[in-house]
């Protein structure tokens, strides 16, 4: 038996290389071991896409390891290898019945340390990661995301698609990826996460022998923030039925103090809940959508806030003009005092269930540690929402309608 005190307590420790890591003891049957990467498509230099073609093809092949015998590595003993890319970080994960930690350990050590990009492979990925492109390419409801952020963030790297474009996508090679992982991943560029049985000792003592040998001679990333850009109103007519929009302004970083009152604000205008502002205005009473959510992704300079919905042609104005006014009601006077409690005892419920999902827990924990040098927790976080006002949220709905929201339509 694990003793109570042990249980759920995110414990942090550096490896002589500099590689930061977090581990979370817990009684279960099933351990999560990843490696988080502070380098995302913004990162990609003069090779659009190259930080997902690098996910894709670091499993392709070791130096001591073919693709296959990767692809075999977790998924022989019931686990899963799995990886991800976004504008400013890489995941590489693993997901496994207890008592395989090691295992995991050793596979992305390996991956990191000895990918070696077989020519004949990456022909087959590029093929794979062209036709994901050209997918995406066909969903307005997915490619106005990109195209939004193409205009918001122009001439920036903020700003262009992740996947990168099959016309860049051709031209990569092994060289360029191998370029790649020498700069970023490197041990003061990543974090270590994990949540597994173990007691943390066993953990840290696995992880510094197979990953303390990690000497890689990076420099990170050197990112420019991007500038800001007078606001936009286009709509793009691809002759389609249906009409696809965003609402969306520049914000904070995702180190300012005022993002607990806007994810708050968030939450509350076009958050998940079906009580949602602009759920129950746009869709319920009216029928105008079929989807309307917002967004929040702030970053390591500078930041976001969308509204996205999918609606007849027809009725896009008017839906535009719904969005605003919620805003403008916010910006105007701020929260009664039972329905700023009300938003907050749902948005900290929230954070509660997601603690029941472990895999996104476990991830949670990489985020953090690499975004802010610390561990912040649900609980954590909870706590920071709890103390927001109303007059902060007020501020912050006052201020994007001052800054001008621009809009793209794909319709």
């Known amino acids: 038996m694990i003793a109570d005190t042990e249980i759920n307590r995110p414990i942090l420790f550096t490896l002589p290389n500099g590689l930061r890591c977090v581990h979370c003891r817990v009684a279960s049957k099933v351990t999560y071991f990843g490696i988080a990467v502070n380098a995302g498509s913004r990162d990609d230099g003069t090779h659009d896409g190259l930080a997902h073609f690098v996910e894709h093809t670091l499993f392709k092949g070791t130096i001591k390891r073919k693709s296959h015998h990767i692809s075999n590595r977790m998924e022989s003993v019931g686990g899963e290898l799995n990886a991800y890319t976004t504008k400013e970080d890489t995941f590489l994960y693993t997901i496994a019945p207890t008592g395989h930690l090691e295992r995991a350990v050793e596979l992305l050590a390996d991956i990191v340390a000895n990918s070696s990009f077989p020519a004949a492979e990456l022909e087959m990925e590029r093929d794979v990661v062209i036709e994901e492109i050209n997918s995406y390419r066909d969903s307005p409801a997915d490619s106005v995301f990109d195209d939004f952020e193409d205009r918001i963030y122009a001439g920036n790297g903020m700003g262009h698609n992740i996947l990168g474009s099959p016309e860049s996508v051709k031209r990569l090679v092994g060289a360029d990826c191998r370029s790649f992982l020498d700069r970023f991943y490197t041990p003061a560029n990543m974090v270590a996460y994990c949540i597994d049985a173990s ?213």
Not at 241 to 253: C, D, N, P, W
Not at 270 to 287: I, T
Not at 298 to 303: A, N, T
Not at 383 to 408: C, F, H, P, T, Y
């Open 199 to 411: 007691p943390t000792q066993s953990v840290e003592r696995l992880l510094s022998k197979h990953l303390g040998r990690l000497h890689l001679p990076g420099s990170g990333p050197r990112r420019i923030e991007p500038q800001l850009l007078p606001e936009f109103d286009i709509v793009e007519d691809r002759s389609g039925h249906q009409a696809h929009t965003i609402l969306g302004v520049r914000t904070f970083s995702r180190r300012d103090p005022r993002r607990f009152a806007l994810y708050l604000l968030n939450n509350y205008i076009g958050g998940p809940g079906m009580n949602s502002r602009l759920n129950r205005e746009l869709r319920d009473k009216r029928g105008y959508v079929y989807t309307v959510e917002s967004i929040v992704a702030l970053m390591s300079d500078c930041g976001l806030f969308q509204v996205y919905f999918g609606s007849d042609r027809s009725k896009m104005d008017t839906c535009i003009r719904l969005v605003l006014n919620e805003l403008r009601r916010l910006a105007e006077s701020p929260l009664k005092p039972s329905a700023l409690e009300a938003a907050k005892r749902q948005y900290c419920g929230q954070l509660m269930v997601s603690t029941d999902n472990r895999e996104a827990v476990a991830m949670s924990l990489g985020k953090s540690l690499l975004h802010h040098d610390c561990v912040q927790t649900a609980s954590m976080t909870a706590e920071r929402i709890k103390d927001v006002q109303a007059e902060e949220v007020r501020v912050l709905a006052e201020e994007m309608l001052n800054s001008g929201l621009s809009r793209l339509t794909i319709c």
